[in-house]
């Protein structure tokens, strides 16, 4: 006995033994082999991705990866099959049109359940819907939609003014949240959603944000929705995503029937959509019902928080920094009452615009990594070559904060923008670039732009308030994909 049970002992140190050597031989052989063992990073990240996907779910991924920058560089490896970059020349690379560097799959996870001009990876699909949609949201087709904007920032401000009244404060948070919203729906569905009247959510808004909600751990951890919807183990979470998921298609859906019910009633110059060239369309320029609802779903999502967050940064800003207020409402004077943003367009707003490129670098909307995977033949970016089907991202949070490009980049400056160097202009991409650049950019501006002149127009003594415990910690940037305040408000006082 006791003979086999030495022989039992030596053998399994034997087989310990030849273990650790094989998991040895493979460690060094992938280590041997690993396309990206040059480029600088974490140690841990030749091996794993959990913890960038750790920062990423807790709303730190940009921060993260930004402090990797300072570390390490203009390229850095977070994970087995991907690096990030912040380097403008190299960007400009990733974001070029020929040679493109398609959409990685992540995208399909991010915003599950649809197929849309912002998720689909594939570059024919991605031009068949920029080709039917991009029109109608170009400066020259935005120009018949003027009317229903400047209504829907007229309630806006009324809003505002009516609030501030009967609280002592106003949260533009919240009402601009409701603007942007309203503008969107009413353009992508013929009707808004009444929320400028109603002061509150509906329930469309509501199931959006469920959805979203879910998008870093879906995103993080794909398999675990498909394991939960292929096999029918429930998730609760997950479950409720998917029943928010299936009342918004049918909401769409259905609202998208009773504005075509209407233009067949009342004609085509009835309340005019960005969809309304194309309901007639038929064969290469004809678009289905079903990807009309989810383009319509993917724009209500891409234009609230987007532009609602930019323009509460923007005011906020403006407020905080006297300087900067005084020689805006300066440069408002030249606007007549009642201006329209026709008015705007004739008329010379230079350092409105400053205003609103500084608030985009300072504050952007989307200040986490824009995926995408390095098309055949691979790519040398930084001096490192990373083959194809690796993702290389890169992030607003990071090229908006290169000192080379944007001295003391922490500080709103917007006179940093009156003579913008070659390299500002690289750095800067608060929209995307390439063909993947944001459709509804210019729809963005528009707002943006209309609604702050006409705020600043009515409330020139608007100031940051420190009532009902509010702030500055406030308003610092929650960074998921899209960044949003930390107190989901800010509060202003008015005269």
């Known amino acids: 006995m006791e003979v086999n049970s030495e022989l039992f002992k030596s053998n399994h140190l034997y087989s310990?033994?030849?273990?650790?050597?094989?998991v040895l031989v493979l460690v060094l052989s992938s280590a041997r082999n690993d396309p990206l063992s040059d480029v600088p990073g974490p140690w841990y990240a030749r091996w794993t991705e959990l913890v960038a996907k750790y920062y990423w779910v807790t709303a730190r991924k940009s921060i993260y990866v930004h402090n990797?920058?300072?570390?390490?560089?203009?390229?850095?490896?977070?994970?087995?099959?991907?690096?990030?970059?912040?380097d403008p020349k190299a960007t400009q690379t990733v974001f070029r049109i020929k040679k493109e560097f398609p959409k990685a799959q992540w995208y399909l996870a991010f915003a599950p359940f649809v197929l849309t001009i912002f998720n689909t990876p594939e570059i024919p699909i991605h031009r068949r819907f920029r080709r039917l949609l991009s029109s109608p949201l170009s400066e020259t087709g935005l120009k018949s939609f003027y009317p229903q904007v400047e209504h829907k920032v007229d309630l806006a401000i009324e809003g505002i003014g009516k609030e501030f009244k009967t609280r002592g404060v106003a949260d533009v948070y919240k009402w601009w949240f409701f603007l942007a919203t309203d503008v969107i729906g009413e353009l992508s569905f013929g009707e808004?959603?009444?929320?400028?009247?109603?002061?509150?959510?509906?329930?469309?808004?509501?199931?959006?944000?469920?959805?979203?909600?879910?998008?870093?751990?879906?995103?993080?951890f794909p398999s675990l929705l498909q394991i939960s919807m292929r096999f029918g183990i429930p998730l609760p979470v997950l479950s409720n995503a998917q029943t928010s998921a299936k009342r918004i298609k049918n909401y769409s859906k259905e609202s998208l029937k009773r504005h075509a019910a209407i233009v067949e009633k009342e004609g085509p110059g009835s309340r005019p959509t960005v969809f309304t060239k194309i309901y007639d369309a038929e064969g290469d320029d004809s678009i289905t019902q079903d990807e009309m609802a989810d383009n319509a779903?993917?724009?209500?999502?891409?234009?609230?928080?987007?532009?609602?967050?930019?323009?509460?940064?923007?005011?906020?800003?403006?407020?905080?920094?006297?300087?900067?207020?005084?020689?805006?409402?300066?440069?408002l004077e030249v606007l007549p009452d009642g201006f329209?943003?026709?008015?705007?367009?004739?008329?010379?707003?230079?350092?409105?615009?400053?205003?609103?490129?500084?608030?985009?670098?300072?504050?952007?909307?989307?200040?986490?990594?824009?995926?995408?995977?390095?098309?055949?033949?691979?790519?040398?970016?930084c001096g490192h070559y990373i083959p194809a089907?690796?993702?290389?991202?890169?992030?607003?949070?990071?090229?908006?904060?290169?000192?080379?490009?944007?001295?003391?980049?922490?500080?709103?400056?917007?006179?940093?923008?009156?003579?913008?160097?070659?390299?500002?202009?690289?750095?800067?991409?608060?929209?995307?670039?390439?063909?993947?650049?944001?459709i509804g950019l210019h729809l963005g501006k528009i707002e943006v732009k209309l609604a702050a002149a006409r705020f600043f127009k009515a409330f020139p003594n608007a100031r940051v308030s420190t009532l009902e415990g509010m702030k500055d910690e406030d308003m610092s940037q929650k960074l998921f994909f899209l960044s949003t305040p930390q107190g989901h408000r800010c509060l202003l006082e008015l005269y």
């Open 340 to 381: 329209t943003y026709e008015d705007m367009r004739q008329v010379h707003l230079p350092y409105l615009e400053n205003v609103l490129s500084e608030t985009l670098r300072r504050y952007p909307s989307v200040p986490a990594g824009l995926p995408r995977e390095v098309p055949e033949g691979g790519a040398k970016l």
């Open 192 to 220: 808004g959603f009444c929320m400028l009247e109603s002061g509150k959510v509906n329930q469309y808004i509501t199931d959006l944000q469920s959805v979203g909600k879910l998008a870093a751990y879906r995103s993080a």
């Open 16 to 22: 310990l033994g030849a273990l650790g050597f094989v």
């Open 68 to 86: 990797l920058h300072l570390k390490y560089g203009p390229i850095v490896r977070v994970g087995p099959r991907e690096v990030y970059i912040a």
């Open 297 to 331: 779903q993917s724009y209500i999502v891409a234009g609230s928080d987007t532009t609602s967050n930019t323009l509460t940064y923007l005011t906020w800003s403006v407020c905080r920094h006297p300087e900067v207020k005084a020689r805006l409402l300066k440069e």
């Open 389 to 438: 089907g690796y993702t290389v991202s890169t992030q607003n949070y990071s090229l908006h904060r290169n000192p080379d490009a944007f001295p003391d980049p922490e500080k709103f400056d917007p006179s940093r923008w009156e003579n913008p160097t070659q390299v500002m202009k690289d750095s800067f991409i608060p929209f995307g670039g390439g063909s993947r650049i944001c």
